[in-house]
């Protein structure tokens, strides 16, 4: 299926509304020439109200760790946004509930074979490095810590905590995070996408 039809069925999909508190709402975005693929959580309750993920503080802080400006990241032909859940799931006690999990299964493998330019796929978050780290990491921090060999293999794969400042306290306890991974992250995603691109 072509991704423009591709993207109008998965953004009229109501598959688990019963179980979304505000109904459904896919956020998603993707075009045919994106080279870089963020496969995160699930939208939050602003994004949500926004109709528009990563406008907020979040959103900034990936930007930056990826060395992107906001038109290079918003730009669909240059980066797709592919979460585990592509709608708000609810907040529990402890945050945001988990994606969906009817999810990725329904949408995901269609939405990939339509991106045959994806070079590079960050893996955002303990939810989508357990769908797609290939690898059964102990912790989110095994996984942020294997960039070495993620970056390796095929397809290339990096591991990433969420950058919301809920995890601030993480990434003050784990500084060769941002001494070692950022850089070569930028590096990876500067081949990719030429700063004048922006
Ligand atoms: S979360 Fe996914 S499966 Fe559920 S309604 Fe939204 S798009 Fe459909």
Redesign the pocket.
Known sequence: MQLPQLLAD?RA?????PN?PLG?K?LLHAGRGAKLLIIGQAPGRRAHDAGTPWQDASGERLRDWLGLTAEQFFDPDTVALLPM???Y?GTGRSGDLP??P??AP??HPPLLAALPNVRLTVLLGRHAIEGYAQHPYRTMTDAVGDHARLLAARPVRVALPHPSPRNNRWLAKHPWFAAEVLPKLRRRVRRLVPRHAG
């Open positions: 998965t999909c109501t598959l688990c509304e979304l459904a896919p859940g592509f709608c799931p994606p969906r009817e999810c329904r949408w």
